[in-house]
């Protein structure tokens, strides 16, 4: 387990009424397995009256029994736990809905604190399971370790992410005596207690500034070297070539320490170890940087990032002040180069999955041009409210005058003017409820605010665009990376090439779904037969022996449309002839399309599957030749011999 401590507002205004609103309310945050709809997904306000509404909605049990706040256990020392709106949390406070004013109470009889708030967070492992209660007694432990012990504090577990996680917000303010808790060294404090739980619980011991030593002794961890540069690893892993800083690092790292550890370090020796490898050393600014010696005018690298003790602050303190290298001119074998940084050199050969990631980042790149253009293009609906209250005004204007003109009597004039008035704020209110339910309208369209990025794509994906989708799923792959194992840990299914991804199709006799992560699900009267998650083609249990026909065509039909680099069949061996048996009509039909497994096994399966199909259906000519070139789909009717339900038939 490790412990996070979230950067606080620089302007110490931390709110618990939103912290509490945030670690105890998850229904804004959308779940993958959501139906993408046509609506685009409004989240709730964040402002203060509406998280009070809300409160006072919880409290009087308004919204309804998911949000009705349900508690599980109370001890005696006051505490409680509860569940509220599927969130599992624990409190000392009077009430979970009051907890955030009670807080608020105690801070304001502390005059010198001006941040009462404290939040950290406890994280465990992908592969780690807590129990609710090892969780809460988790989080207990660290707060007697602050020092907090009896401040009021609420706790909620998440567990809608990879890693199971619990908000832990306490009141740095005591209730009984109004002092402050000082909380210098709190994060070496929380890493202490982090190994102590482990150990207690049996958690795996995560990286940390302490560790366990000998004689079951906490020390010091030892030192670590800091992470690459930000930039520097997409670099290699989208541009297939080596980067400047990790070359340095393989290669002039370990002989940097070495002189470090002689302690008979100069600058010429380290200008020396450099030069070996065609690396130099410079000034810049107020710092040191390692650039190619080659192209002096290429990209450079902080030098401190290569190896933390090649800084000028370190160095000059111990060496002297900077010199420059050396002129390089004279025949010496110490200035020879033995290696150099090539920037055009591969990393590993180009394949066909490296193509279609080339692919994938050009289609996404023009979905984000679209985006932007839209953007650009998009304009706030004129609601004319300017121009409407000047016509109320000006009407009721015009009704004054009329009843200056026409009536001389001073008593009955002031009445009708009073009236005037009176019908005259009647008219604006009305006004005002009118262009309140207008905008109210064109929010839950969508057209009051232009989209986010991703309710945009959702958009997109919807009205069939392949790039939407495949977004959609690197979004969803970014966030959480499940079911790692090869066959993912599922049955009756047919794998594909990684995100190799495919429109959504919208067929006679499917109904097509589109959810969050990308997945499309198609339903045959109302049950799902054939999930589509780009990668896996899930072919489900039909109703009946046409269901499950229809469901295996779709399924050969599906995967006929991706890229064919890698396609494997999971199940047993009937599951398996009868996937075979509906790619082979797929072949012997005239059309562009191609289904053909990699395995080797299944494809020798295969040949026999389509040596009995061609006698069974009395064909002369064997099946057309697998060929790599794949198309857009087009609606071309099949021959009246075999008409399975294409995907691309609509």
């Given at each position: ?334 200035y020879g180069i033995f290696s150099t940084y090539q920037p055009a050199f591969e990393l590993r050969d180009k394949d066909v999955r490296f193509d279609r ?119 969803v792959y970014r966030e959480k990376r499940k079911e790692r194992t090869p066959d993912g840990g599922f049955d009756r299914l047919i794998q594909c090439g ?93 059309d562009q399309y191609v289904f053909q497994v990699t395995d080797p096994d299944q494809m020798a399966r295969y040949k026999v599957i389509e040596r009995d ?38």
């Amino acid at each position: 387990m490790n412990v996070i401590i979230p950067p606080k507002r620089g302007d110490k205004g931390s709110s618990f009424n939103r912290l509490v609103s945030y670690i105890s309310d998850r229904g804004d945050k959308p779940k993958d397995d959501d139906l993408v709809s046509a609506a685009p997904r409004q989240n709730a306000s964040r402002t203060k009256k509406a998280m009070f509404d809300r409160l006072v909605d919880y409290a009087d049990r308004n919204d309804g029994g998911d949000r009705a706040v349900v508690i599980t256990d109370v001890f005696p020392d006051g505490r409680q736990r509860l569940i509220s709106g599927g969130i599992s949390c624990e409190t000392n406070c009077f009430s979970w809905e009051t907890s955030a004013a009670e807080m608020n109470m105690v801070a304001a009889q502390s005059r010198r604190c001006q941040d009462p708030v404290y939040h950290f967070i406890l994280s465990w492992r992908e592969n780690e399971l807590p129990t609710d209660a090892q969780i809460f007694e988790c989080a207990e432990h660290c707060i007697r370790q602050l020092g907090m012990e009896g401040h009021q504090y609420v706790t909620a577990i998440h567990q809608d992410t990879d890693n199971t996680h619990c908000h832990v917000a306490v009141n740095r303010v005591n209730p009984i005596t109004y002092k402050a808790a000082a909380l210098w060294n709190d994060a070496d404090t929380l890493q202490k207690s982090c190994r102590v739980l482990e150990r207690k619980y049996g958690f795996i011991q995560d990286n940390g500034s302490w560790q366990w030593g000998v004689n079951d002794q906490l020390v010091r961890a030892p030192f670590r070297y800091g992470s690459a540069p930000q930039g520097t690893v997409p670099l290699q892993v989208y541009s297939n070539t080596e980067s400047l800083y990790h070359y340095a690092v393989n290669e002039v790292r370990e002989k940097i320490s070495a002189l470090i550890q002689s302690r008979e370090i100069t600058w010429r020796q380290i200008h020396l170890a450099l030069h070996e490898r065609g690396l130099g050393l410079r000034e810049q600014g107020e710092g040191l940087v390692i650039y190619d010696f080659l192209r002096p005018e290429g990209p450079v690298v902080k030098a401190s990032s290569v190896h933390p003790t090649l800084t000028k602050f370190r160095l000059e303190a111990h060496i002297g002040a900077f010199e420059g290298p050396p002129t390089f001119e004279h025949e010496e074998w110490s200035y020879g180069i033995f290696s150099t940084y090539q920037p055009a050199f591969e990393l590993r050969d180009k394949d066909v999955r490296f193509d279609r990631r080339q692919a994938r980042a050009e289609a996404r790149l023009d979905l984000k041009m679209r985006y932007k253009r839209y953007r650009e293009g998009w304009e706030k609906p004129d609601l004319h409210v300017k121009d409407r209250y000047q016509q109320v005004a000006a009407r009721y204007q015009a009704m004054k005058a009329d009843v200056k003109r026409s009536q001389h009597d001073p008593l009955l004039r002031k009445l009708l003017y009073r009236v005037a008035e009176f019908d005259r704020m009647k008219a604006m209110a009305e006004l005002r409820i009118e262009l309140r339910d207008e905008r109210q309208a064109l929010a839950e369209k969508g057209l009051l605010r232009p989209l986010a990025y991703r309710p945009w794509v959702e958009q997109q994906a919807l009205r069939g665009d392949v790039a939407a989708v495949s977004q959609l799923r690197g979004f969803v792959y970014r966030e959480k990376r499940k079911e790692r194992t090869p066959d993912g840990g599922f049955d009756r299914l047919i794998q594909c090439g990684q995100a190799d991804d495919s429109a959504v199709y919208h067929l006679r006799s499917y109904t097509s779904h589109l959810h969050r992560d990308g997945t499309v699900e198609y339903l045959r009267d109302g049950r799902v037969g054939v999930i589509d998650r780009g990668d896996r083609v899930h072919v489900k249990p039909g109703f009946d022996g046409d269901d499950k026909l229809y469901n295996y065509r779709l399924a050969a039909n599906l995967v006929s449309t991706k890229s064919g680099d890698a396609v494997r069949i999971v199940g047993d061996e009937q599951f398996v002839d009868q996937v075979l048996d509906a790619g082979c009509g797929i072949n012997h039909r005239d059309d562009q399309y191609v289904f053909q497994v990699t395995d080797p096994d299944q494809m020798a399966r295969y040949k026999v599957i389509e040596r009995d199909h061609r006698q069974y259906y009395g064909y002369d000519e064997p099946a057309r030749a697998q060929s790599p070139v794949r198309h857009d789909p087009v609606d071309d009717a099949p021959d009246d011999r075999y008409q399975p339900p294409r995907p691309f038939v609509g």
